[in-house]
């Protein structure tokens, strides 16, 4: 059984068809069904097509009422207000439901594949070469990887790009600073690896920028080892290189600390467009759709200004026969929608950058190398705040390294799962304490909507009491902890029984779990899905306050709320996955 039809889809289809016999030209309407706190589910859309219709919205309500049977899944519906529909679920449709998707054999919880799955390339996690990582790289990072499992559990065909800025003026700049200054590498560098040897190339980095904003000399011979670099001169291209190795195993140690999987054919850096560069340019000069200027090749815009309100061009190479991000950008299009059969193109990039790419996807357009059938999206996101609102910095004004802010969510957490602990080693601790950090610092970002700014707060973040993931997380560690002390009493669904109203509303929300994967993977909206489970943990506690589980009154209702809980744990550690999140079985 590959999905299951959720209690509101089957709500939706009655009221549906109850409509349209009602009102013929309202055939495939949409009755606008929601959850409300006046029925499990209330109807507004019948409002709406009374207007159009020109009929009174309450007497077209009472229309609609009389065509719907109550039986299996409708126990009572009513006509409120003005015209509003209140329905009511029986007790056994929604335990049958979640037996249904509670025995799904794919383990998918009733989630139904895509019946048409298209090819995705997300472009995500995209560090500097020679650079180390800081806050600023944890959004694209976090947001893109849960984006990822998100298009994949619901069958997306998708492909991970992670575009790396490993090429340019930087590059030589580097290269040139070293040649001339051997001393000032650390000889010791060949036997540090990850962030020892990041830091030391960061260090040289901003030693090489500083001369080169300072010396114009030196700018001209690091501007003519960017030319040597582009023509593959073996000892220039040898340096880079291992620029580029050193820089990966940093990578792969700090996105193993996120706990996230980054495959090495996965990262397609600037350098991997370089063969493509000028055929791109002459494509779109040939087209038409760049034109020379003052010697540039430029793409110009009717409608697109930049800050000071001036028009602004596309520069797709310089004058002096460089290419910049433009032609890198265009030609990774060419590569995803031409190699790699994209149907969509994917950017999690910060919302600044958001004018260059309305340019770079125009351009395409006009190409031909974007149309209706194959689209780009930039998924912006906003900025990454500390306490007082501001950009996060440290005290000295610098950006924050991002091992730095993990290793202290690490710690913090860990504080915090020993004090609760009971009956954990100290390499336990270390374990819950590593899931429940880097699950809070993921949560905090992907419980907020990615367009927006948030304010960085470990003493939040790592909190048992509120939108948590460490709430969800303990949440999740009690169930089990019941599940062990139920002992060889196992959950098991008994549909005849009646419910309370504590596990009806838990039951109806565990229930539209599908509905809002679906929602949050085609909206690339993480903190949909987020919401959902800080819901379903927060109607847990509720049950959990109400409703005794293991003295319950009869055998069955023992078994039967054992049921409800692993329900709830199964939907938990399912729906944190998909946001990159650990569960661990104890807290």
């Given at each position: 059984m590959?999905?299951?039809?959720s209690?509101?889809?089957?709500v939706q289809?009655q009221?549906?068809?109850?409509?349209s016999?009602?009102l013929?030209?309202a055939a495939?309407a949409?009755?606008?069904?929601?959850?409300?706190d006046r029925?499990?589910f209330?109807a507004?859309?019948?409002l709406?097509?009374?207007?159009?219709a020109k009929?009174n919205p309450r007497e077209?309500?009472t229309?609609v009422v009389?065509?719907?049977?109550?039986?299996?899944?409708?126990k009572?519906?009513?006509?409120?207000?003005?015209g509003?529909l209140?329905?009511?679920?029986?007790?056994?449709?929604?335990?049958?439901?979640?037996?249904a998707?509670?025995t799904?054999?794919?383990?998918?919880?009733g989630?139904?594949?895509?019946a048409?799955?298209?090819?995705?390339?997300?472009?995500y996690a995209q560090p500097?070469v020679?650079?180390?990582?800081?806050?600023?790289?944890?959004?694209?990072?976090?947001?893109?990887?849960s984006?990822?499992?998100?298009l994949?559990?619901t069958?997306?065909?998708?492909?991970?790009?992670h575009?790396?800025?490993?090429?340019?003026?930087?590059?030589?700049m580097?290269?040139?600073?070293?040649?001339?200054h051997?001393?000032?590498?650390?000889?010791?560098?060949?036997?540090v690896?990850?962030e020892?040897?990041m830091?030391?190339l960061?260090r040289?980095?901003k030693?090489?920028?500083?001369?080169?904003?300072?010396d114009e000399?030196?700018?001209?011979?690091?501007?003519r080892?960017?030319?040597d670099?582009q023509?593959?001169?073996p000892?220039t291209?040898?340096?880079w290189?291992?620029f580029?190795?050193?820089?990966?195993?940093y990578f792969?140690?700090?996105?193993?600390?996120?706990?996230m999987e980054?495959?090495d054919p996965?990262i397609v850096g600037?350098?991997?467009?370089?063969?493509?560069l000028?055929?791109t340019c002459s494509l779109l000069e040939?087209?038409g759709?760049?034109?020379?200027?003052e010697g540039a090749?430029?793409?110009?815009f009717?409608?697109?200004?930049?800050p000071?309100?001036?028009l602004v061009?596309?520069?797709?190479q310089?004058?002096d026969g460089?290419y910049?991000?433009a032609?890198t950008?265009l030609?990774?299009?060419?590569d995803?929608?031409?190699?790699?059969k994209?149907?969509t193109?994917?950017?999690?990039v910060?919302a600044?950058?958001?004018?260059?790419?309305?340019?770079v996807f125009?351009?395409?357009r006009?190409?031909g190398?974007?149309?209706d059938?194959?689209t780009?999206?930039q998924?912006a996101?906003?900025?990454?705040?500390g306490?007082?609102?501001k950009p996060?910095?440290?005290?000295e004004?610098e950006?924050?390294r991002?091992?730095?802010l993990l290793?202290e969510?690490?710690d913090?957490a860990?504080a915090?799962v020993?004090?609760?602990?009971?009956d954990?080693?100290?390499?336990?601790?270390?374990?819950?304490g590593?899931?429940?950090?880097?699950?809070?610092?993921?949560?905090?970002d992907l419980?907020?909507?990615a367009?927006?700014?948030y304010?960085f707060?470990?003493?939040?973040?790592v909190?048992?009491n509120g939108?948590?993931?460490?709430?969800?997380?303990y949440?999740?560690?009690?169930?089990q902890s019941?599940l062990r002390?139920?002992g060889e009493?196992r959950?098991?669904?008994h549909?005849?029984?009646?419910?309370?109203?504590?596990e009806?509303?838990?039951?109806l929300h565990a229930?539209?779990?599908a509905?809002?994967v679906?929602e949050a993977a085609?909206?690339?909206a993480?903190?949909k899905?987020?919401?959902y489970l800080y819901?379903?943990?927060?109607?847990?506690?509720?049950?959990?306050d109400?409703?005794p589980?293991?003295?319950?009154e009869?055998?069955?209702q023992?078994?039967?709320r054992?049921f409800l809980c692993?329900?709830?744990a199964?939907t938990l550690q399912?729906?944190m996955a998909l946001l990159?999140i650990r569960?661990?079985?104890k807290?």
């Open positions: 590959a999905s299951v039809t209690l509101s889809d089957s289809q009221l549906a068809s109850a409509l016999a009602s013929p030209e495939g949409d009755p606008l069904l929601r959850r409300s029925a499990d209330q507004n859309g019948i709406a097509l009374a207007k159009k009929a077209l309500a229309q009389s065509q719907v049977v109550a039986g299996d899944v409708i009572e519906i009513e006509v409120s207000g003005p509003f209140n329905i009511t679920i029986t007790d056994r449709a929604i335990t049958e439901n979640l037996a998707r509670y799904d054999e794919t383990g998918r919880l989630v139904p594949l895509a048409q799955p298209g090819t995705t390339v997300i472009d500097n020679a650079k180390e990582m800081h806050v600023g790289h944890l959004r694209s990072a976090v947001i893109g990887d984006v990822v499992q998100l994949e559990f069958g997306e065909n998708v492909v991970r790009r575009h790396i800025g490993d090429w340019g003026t930087q590059f030589g580097l290269i040139q600073y070293l040649d001339e051997p001393h000032e590498l650390d000889h010791k560098s060949a036997e690896t990850g020892e040897a830091s030391n960061d040289l980095y030693a090489a920028r500083k001369k080169f904003d300072a000399e030196f700018k001209t011979r690091a501007r080892r960017v030319v670099l023509a593959g001169d000892k291209l040898a340096m290189q291992k580029v190795d050193e820089s990966k195993i792969f140690s700090v996105f193993e600390k996120l706990d980054i495959q996965d600037e350098s991997g467009y370089n063969d493509m000028a055929e040939e087209s759709v760049a034109v020379r200027s090749l430029c793409v110009f009717d409608d697109i200004k930049g000071d309100g001036n061009p596309l520069i797709v310089k004058s460089g910049g991000y032609a950008d030609s990774a299009i060419r995803r929608v031409f190699n790699l994209a149907n193109l994917l950017y999690v910060d600044r950058q958001a004018l260059h790419f309305r340019m125009e351009t395409a006009r190409a190398w974007l149309n059938d194959v780009a999206f998924l996101f906003g900025t990454v705040l306490k007082d609102g996060f910095k440290t005290r004004g950006t924050v991002l091992v730095d290793d969510a690490i913090r860990s915090v020993r004090e609760k602990a009971q954990l080693s100290e390499e336990e601790i270390a374990e819950r590593a899931q429940v950090g880097i699950g809070a610092v993921k949560y905090a419980s907020t909507s367009n927006r700014d304010k707060d470990l003493d939040q973040m909190s048992l939108d948590t993931s460490v709430y969800l997380q949440a999740y560690a009690r169930i019941i002390k139920a009493v959950p098991a669904a549909p005849e029984l009646a419910l309370a109203d504590a009806r509303a838990l039951g229930d539209s779990f509905e809002t679906a085609k909206e690339y993480p903190h899905l987020a919401a819901q379903l943990a927060s109607l847990y506690t509720t049950f959990y109400k409703c589980v293991l003295k319950a009869t055998p069955d023992v078994e039967n054992l692993d329900v709830t199964r399912q729906g990159g569960t661990p079985e807290l």
